[in-house]
């Protein structure tokens, strides 16, 4: 019998790896750019323009063309340098003013794809607004998960453990996914925006879908045999691992073409929700459900150490 149980540690190393890469690349986009990931005008406010140049431009010249009009932008460039792709963000501007910038830049800078530009605008009053949904959305999602196991599992010995560990299982993915999105920040310039609250929320939901079917089996099995709980928990793994793999895999490849063959505007959501699933799915047999091992099994030698101690 294969011994996932037994092998913990080698996840946990793992995942603590995948995990601090994530937050290396949170540290130096706070470095880079102001904050752990690039905040898009969604959340923060203001405007952002991607334009596609034809030629190559020098981004002195780019930005002397924001400077005239009073504003102090951000740029940065994405993709090759041969695609003369740029990303500018700036405070809130109108419209009119719009129209000003991409004919200064035609004039002074280069050409300017129009076809291939994109422009976006947020009131900063709307973007707070948003912020403070996101966050509130995130809380509000894991106390329900909370209360939902503990109440579906309260016939359970410590019920209260399925819960933590399920949530902590959910943190992983959300760590996970969210420093993908730094990488991606940092490599392409991708910005968090509304779809990428949409991925988040959607990681939060299946997140543990597959941690409750372990734990489900877990709580059937007990009823059943007196295995010690090591052996029980890999047992109930193993049951139930090739249904959760196979319905997991279904999704992941209609994901994978839809991020082939999406277009650009689903690139962010489609990619930041397949990491997280992928990630929801190894956590769910390699992290949330060892965890609880480790913590039952901890709970089980005070327990031992006191009464030889009495």
């Known amino acids: 019998m294969v011994d996932i149980v037994g092998k913990r540690n080698w996840f946990f190393g ?8 994530g937050i290396a690349a949170m540290v130096y986009s706070a470095i880079q750019f102001g904050s752990p990931l690039q905040i898009g005008v969604d959340f923060t406010g203001g405007s952002r323009f991607v334009i596609h140049f034809t030629e190559t431009v020098a981004q002195d010249a780019l930005r002397q063309v924001f400077t005239d009009q009073g504003l102090d932008p951000t740029i940065q460039q994405l993709g090759d340098t ?3 792709m740029w990303q500018i963000r700036t405070s809130f501007i109108d419209a009119d003013q719009v129209n000003t910038l991409l004919d200064d830049m035609e004039a002074r800078v280069a050409p300017i794809d129009r076809n291939s530009t994109r422009y976006d605008t947020v009131d900063p009053s709307i973007g707070s607004e948003v912020t403070r949904a996101a966050a509130t959305a995130v809380l509000v999602a894991s106390i329900i998960v909370l209360l939902f196991i503990w109440f579906s599992f309260r016939r359970v010995p410590h019920a209260f453990r399925y819960g933590v560990c399920a949530i902590t299982g959910m943190l992983h993915n ?16 991708w910005e ?3 779809l990428f609250l949409t991925a988040i929320l959607t990681v939060v939901g299946f997140s543990v879908q597959d941690t409750i079917v372990v734990f489900d089996r877990i709580r059937e099995n007990s009823r059943r045999r007196r295995d010690a709980f090591d052996i029980l928990v890999n047992r109930s793994i193993l049951e139930v691992i090739q249904r959760s793999l196979t319905t997991q895999l279904n999704a992941m490849f209609v994901m994978t073409a839809i991020l082939l063959f999406g277009g650009a505007s689903l690139e ?14 190894y956590s769910s047999i390699c992290i949330a459900v060892p965890l609880l091992v480790v913590w039952e099994n901890a709970a089980n030698r005070r327990t031992a150490g006191a009464q030889a101690t009495a």
């Open 14 to 21: 793992f995942s603590g790896i995948l995990i601090l890469l």
């Open 268 to 281: 962010k959501f489609v990619a930041t929700w397949l990491v997280g699933m992928v990630s929801g799915t």
């Open 82 to 84: 041969s695609e003369n």
């Open 192 to 194: 968090v925006d509304a």
């Open 174 to 189: 959300l760590l996970i996914a969210t420093g993908f999105f730094a990488i991606m920040g940092i490599l392409r310039g």
